[in-house]
């Protein structure tokens, strides 16, 4: 009689669930009973994109919140805060394309003369575009513009992503212009999502999860960290999610939490952590898994199951109302009493225990020590506490969730065991 692995058992199961898969829902056939996934189906075509109104509600939030505060304009450039406004996807370079919000009115796009056909093409509302040449400054068609609306004498608010030299360069066109920051502005807006972006969120959560129950079963002996993240990035686009990251680490890398430059290859009796990314029209999941080719000994159990439990007590604190920074204590206490730390020290959690998340990976506020905003209904965080121990081996499990009224809700399930990371 033949005795198969645990490893060979899961092989051709691990798309278990894939196209009903939805949040934190548990496939409920057997992983034995299900045929094996040979072609990978979109999980996105039925996903729908911001739309046209809710930019436009999202303008007029922010107009609301100027005006608080006497505040006549906010400037933003290409990126993610351009998009969120607008619905215009370009990217940032020495020549500055982006828009100028008014308090009491609408925007207009500034960009280069040469490239308004392309601009023009990306805009689904408005119609304002002030263009200059090549030989001319950018800058100047952003203080006429504030100048014909009547705002210089009140503050202009600038996107905090925004990057020095277009701040710099304004006030080199009138040096009496009050820039200040645009923080309040941009995260009283972007830190609460709304139900679509919720959903997009937790397709973007669905394509990651159901990626990496796809090739779990594919991982073999002496694979690289590159032949892995090929594979899950394969299956993610065949998801329909737009690949955001697909790091793999193997072995001693995954003692540093974002890898080496040294390259190892699967062996048996050693950890795989890996930390993946999607995107869905333009919001992003993040999910990290960590395993064992093979089995586990008592240490990496010992610490696999001190994160887990880490990730349970940052669900059990993150109620509305508390500080996010409370979130990132109650865990670190926990490992600090379980003789890891103290504080950001190794071997130990030696980075923040999560951070906001949305079109970009990485968004304010952060469940971080001294972090005092409190938590409230749409915020969006990953809840990701890691133990490393250099030199021998990492463990990373990340979760994203959003705050409802009732407290947190997670995108993914949080991983089952070191022996069945992905609840097959």
């Not at 809710?54 to 505040?71: P, S």
Request: proline share 5%; charged share 20%; with cysteine.
């Amino acid at each position: 009689m033949t005795v198969l692995s645990k490893r060979e058992l899961l092989v051709g199961a691990g798309a278990v669930g894939l196209s009903g898969l939805l949040g934190c829902q548990q496939a409920s056939q057997p992983a034995s009973a299900t045929p094996a996934v040979t072609t990978l189906k979109s999980l996105t075509t039925n996903a729908q994109p911001i739309s046209v109104t809710e930019r436009q509600a999202r303008i007029a939030k922010a107009q609301t919140l100027m005006r608080e505060r006497g505040i006549g304009a906010l400037i933003v450039e290409a990126g993610s805060a351009l998009i969120y406004f607008t619905g215009i996807r370009w990217w940032r370079s020495e020549r500055f394309t982006g828009a100028v919000i008014l308090a009491d009115g609408g925007f207009a796009i500034i960009t280069p003369y040469f490239e308004e056909p392309s601009i023009r093409e990306s805009m689904s509302f408005g119609d304002d575009v002030r263009t200059w040449h090549e030989d001319e400054s950018p800058f100047k068609r952003i203080v006429d513009y504030l100048h014909e609306n009547k705002v210089l004498d009140k503050p202009v608010a600038v996107e905090e992503t925004v990057r020095n030299f277009i701040p710099t360069g304004i006030k080199s066109e009138n040096a009496d212009i009050k820039l200040v920051s645009g923080q309040h502005i941009t995260r009283g807006c972007r830190m609460f999502k709304s139900p679509t972006e919720l959903a997009l969120m937790q397709t973007a959560n669905n394509v990651t999860l159901a990626a990496y129950r796809h090739i779990y079963p594919m991982v073999e002996v002496g694979m690289t960290r590159h032949d892995i993240s090929a594979m899950m990035s394969k299956a993610t686009t065949e998801l329909g999610g737009s690949v955001q990251f697909s790091m793999t680490l193997v072995g001693p890398s995954s003692s540093f939490p974002h890898g080496s430059e040294i390259e190892y290859t699967v062996k048996e009796g050693e950890v795989i952590l890996m930390d993946c990314g999607a995107s869905v029209h333009d919001y992003e999941s993040d999910i990290s898994r960590t395993w064992v080719m093979g089995e586990a000994n008592a240490e990496q159990r010992r610490v696999w199951n001190t994160v887990k439990r880490g990730q349970e007590l940052a669900l059990e604190t993150a109620q509305i109302g508390t500080p996010a920074g409370r979130v990132d204590e109650v865990v670190r206490d926990y490992y600090t009493k379980e003789g890891f730390g103290p504080d950001y020290k190794t071997p130990g959690l030696t980075h923040r225990l999560g951070h906001g998340i949305g079109m970009d990976g990485h968004e304010p506020v952060n469940f971080v020590r001294g972090e005092k905003t409190p938590l409230a209904p749409g915020m969006c965080f990953s809840n990701e506490p890691g133990i490393y121990l250099p030199g021998k081996f990492g463990v990373r499990l990340e979760d994203c969730l959003y705050m409802s009224e009732d407290g947190p809700v997670l995108f993914s399930p949080l991983s089952k065991s070191i022996d069945d990371p992905f609840a097959l």
